[in-house]
């Protein structure tokens, strides 16, 4: 009985051999594949934690010298951000930050190049947006008008529509072209959600070039006439 189980090892040691023989290398650049990947794996995520954490300490750091309003301070740490941490939503955030101290001070063309700089880097849709939707005021606050209605033509996420629209037609209006700022409130105006204060405001803008954009029962429907 002995012999034969030992017989029966053997051929299972032989066959392991054989196997090994054959498949080892293969087995072996698996095996390291995996685990290179594993280690790879942690470490990205413990550099994603890492670069989130220093860029955090620096958009603090961005934060504090906008509340001196130092001009020189301020542009050397956003220029530390953009440099170090240009791709974090940090980075966007400070460029924001940034712009509306530049603007509120009265230094303009800064203003509008931090916007720009979110506008074009920003890896995220929704900063994108912000901050072309602040750039197209400014620029139509300057009569920039063609520039500001060229910010506001590229691809938005779809929440940002109601806003685009009201944007456009105020820059519309600006123009003197009242037709097509109508066309672009009442766009608007469909696209808010209808308790919403802004679209209030759109419907005031409606009413001040004769158009009434609630029908007669809608109208008395919302003020809760019988």
Do not use: C
């Not at 939503?89 to 930050?97: C, D, N, P, S």
């Not at 995220?124 to 901050?131: K, N, R």
């Amino acid at each position: 009985m002995a012999n034969q189980l030992d017989l029966e090892e053997q051929e299972q040691l032989d066959q392991i051999k054989h196997v090994w023989k054959q498949y080892g290398n293969a087995i072996t650049w698996v095996l390291i594949a995996v685990l290179g990947a594993y280690a790879s794996w942690n470490f990205y995520h413990y550099w994603q934690r890492n670069q989130a954490a220093q860029a955090s300490a620096m958009y603090d750091e961005v934060e504090r010298v906008v509340k001196t309003g130092d001009t020189a301070k301020i542009e050397r740490a956003f220029a530390d951000m953009k440099d170090k941490f240009a791709a974090t939503a940090y980075g966007q955030q400070a460029g924001l930050l940034v712009a509306r101290q530049y603007f509120e001070s009265g230094k303009l063309d800064q203003a509008k190049a931090a916007l720009a700089w979110v506008a074009e880097k920003s890896s995220d849709p929704g900063y994108q947006a912000v901050a072309r939707l602040r750039l197209a005021a400014m620029l139509a606050g300057g009569k920039a008008y063609d520039l500001a209605l060229k910010q506001l033509d590229g691809p938005f996420p779809v929440q940002f529509d109601a806003l685009v629209a009201d944007r456009k037609g105020d820059i519309l209006m600006l123009e003197g072209k009242k037709e097509l700022a109508r066309a672009e409130y009442e766009k608007a105006y469909r696209t808010f959600e209808p308790r919403t204060e802004y679209r209030r405001l759109v419907e005031v803008k409606l009413n001040a070039l004769g158009v009434d954009p609630q029908p007669p029962l809608a109208a008395a429907v919302s003020k809760g006439t019988p």
